[in-house]
């Protein structure tokens, strides 16, 4: 069974960070079985949206451009945790962040390719 735990959002002024975890157990974060780890946030009246990914055999990454230069998705194999730590905040990034697994994903900031994912932590940046 995959199991994935996001933490680490909350409230924060505009130009603050937040570190947002994902915590995977059981066969979410395997080589053997993933490929791909995304974290990806939907705004009130917005369609979901993907915001960094990393492939979990070679660590390549991917963003959006909105958040290129803010923001830095990284993993820990090992402990199989993935990280988004989030810079220069702005009111636009609030929204509720949700991490992802694929088990074979081409086009890591698309959510239709993602097999799992957890139920989200909300982030809130006030201006």
């Known amino acids: 069974q995959v199991q994935l735990v996001e933490s680490g959002g909350g409230s924060v002024q505009a130009g603050g960070s937040l570190r947002l975890s994902c915590a995977a157990s059981?066969?979410?974060?395997?080589?053997?079985?993933?490929?791909?780890m995304g974290w990806f946030r939907r705004a009130p009246g917005k369609e979901r949206e993907g915001v960094a990914a990393i492939y979990t055999a070679g660590g390549a990454t991917y963003y959006a451009n909105s958040v290129k230069g803010r923001f830095t998705i990284s993993q820990d194999y090992v402990k199989k945790m993935v990280y988004l730590q989030m810079n220069s905040l702005k009111p636009e990034d609030t929204a509720m962040y949700y991490c992802a697994s694929g088990r074979h994903v081409s086009n890591s900031l698309r959510d239709s390719q993602y097999n799992y994912w957890g139920q989200g932590t909300q982030v809130t940046v006030s201006s």
């Open positions: 059981g066969d979410t974060y395997s080589v053997n079985n993933v490929n791909c």
